[in-house]
Every structure is written in structure tokens, then in C-alpha cells.
């Protein structure tokens, strides 16, 4: 079935360093991503939608210019978390519709972000 | 987005029959019911999803009420594997955003 790939799984970083979370569509062109966030024990928040070619949609509280989001190609889309700070520290799931007018959405396995 | 409602939790035994509920009383004609579920530190996985009428798969099976304010996941034999956060999400289908509420946290005793 059709994958999408998560990299890194977990990371580590230092106050005020920027992260970069990248999300491969594997076996399908993905014109669109979506990027959750995730805190313990909550559901997944939609943090943006992204268009390749185009810039993201961005949900209503989230802040484009801490969170930069590039989907340069069909199967390629990434999250840059800047200027990271702890409060920043959580789960960082990506999404991929399987193509326009199906039902098929594909998550990847997500992103363990720490800040220190 | 048509909102749907689910209890926070439930649980069950291994081996037997599991019932997830979902209310969406205020579905619209062209929404699809989606059930995803989330194991722990991984993203969701699909599970099934349906329109009006009930469905079957390998994973589970899924029964729509007539008026569609309402459906159930079933999961036929429960396993120690099947323990996650099951999301009932309405979609029109139409390429949007998937909006996730609370869930079902699933706990499967042996």
C-alpha cells in the first residue's frame, strides 16, 4: 500500500536551533500534506496544509514563520520548526492524500521532537 | 466541520467482540465516516470508512444507522494489538483537511 516516510523519528535539540522534519511520499505523487502536532495524552491538531508548488494553508494559531513548511516536489514535503523552544517539544505527524476525490489518506509514523 | 463525539474510553477482552460508538448528528449528505486508530508513539492508521451503507473488512466491519447520525466500529475478536486511540472523523471526500477529535482510547485486557 502506498507509504509515506518520516525522517527523523525522534530528535533532539537545543534551545533557540532550528529542526528540520522531512516527509517522503514513497510509491505516490502526494500534491497535498497535511502536518499535525501532538501532545501527550491529546488528540492530533492540524497545524497546516500543504500544496506542492504553493504556499501552505496555515490553521487559524499557528505561526507561519516558526513553522516552515516547503513542498517543493511531489513526494517531498518539510516541516522547519525555528528558533525551537521547549514548549515546541512534541509529536509531529505528516498526512498525504492518496489522490484528489478518494478516500485515501496515509499518515507517517511521526516525529518525536525534544528541545532542551 | 460536522463534529463527531465518542466516549474518552473502553475496554474490553482479549478474544471478544468490541463495539466502538460515534455520534454525527449533524452529518451532511456527501460526509463520509472515516475510522482511523493510533497505537501508541505512531501516527494513524485507516481502518475503514463508509457512506450508508454498512461495510466489511479484514480489519473490522462498520454499521451505519439508517438516519447516519450514528455509526459503530466493530472489531470482531479483539487482540492485545488492537489497544489504541480509534478516530471517528466525517470527510466529504473531496481531497480537505481531516480534523481529528478526541477518540476512543481501546485498552484490551488478556
Known amino acids: 500500500g502506498a507509504v509515506v516516510s518520516q525522517h527523523p523519528s525522534w530528535v533532539i535539540c537545543k534551545s533557540g536551533t532550528s529542526v528540520k522534519i522531512e516527509c517522503r511520499s514513497l510509491d505516490f505523487q502526494a500534491t497535498t500534506m497535511f502536518w499535525y502536532r501532538q501532545f501527550p495524552k491529546q488528540s492530533l491538531m492540524l497545524m497546516a496544509t500543504s500544496n506542492e508548488g504553493s504556499k501552505a494553508t496555515y490553521e487559524q494559531g499557528v505561526e507561519k514563520d516558526k513553522f516552515l513548511i516547503n513542498h517543493a516536489s511531489l513526494t517531498l514535503s518539510t516541516l522547519t520548526v525555528t528558533s525551537a523552544h521547549p514548549e515546541d517539544s512534541s509529536f509531529y505527524i505528516c498526512?498525504?492524500?492518496?489522490?484528489?476525490?478518494?478516500?485515501?489518506?496515509?499518515f507517517g509514523s511521526g516525529t518525536r521532537l525534544t528541545v532542551v | 466541520d460536522a463534529k463527531t463525539t465518542q466516549p474518552n474510553s473502553m475496554e474490553s477482552n482479549e478474544e471478544e467482540p468490541v463495539h466502538l460508538p460515534c455520534n454525527h448528528s449533524t452529518i451532511s449528505g456527501t460526509d463520509y465516516i472515516h475510522w482511523y486508530r493510533q497505537l501508541p508513539s505512531q501516527g494513524p492508521e485507516y481502518v475503514i470508512h463508509g457512506l450508508t451503507s454498512n461495510v466489511n473488512n479484514r480489519m473490522a466491519s462498520l454499521a451505519i444507522a439508517e438516519d447516519r447520525k450514528s455509526s459503530t466500529l466493530i472489531l470482531h475478536r479483539a487482540t492485545l494489538r488492537d489497544a489504541a486511540v480509534y478516530y471517528c472523523i466525517l470527510s466529504n471526500n473531496q481531497g480537505g483537511k481531516l480534523i481529528f477529535g478526541q477518540g476512543t482510547e481501546l485498552s484490551v485486557k488478556p
Open positions: 498526512s498525504a492524500i492518496l489522490g484528489f476525490g478518494t478516500w485515501g489518506y496515509t
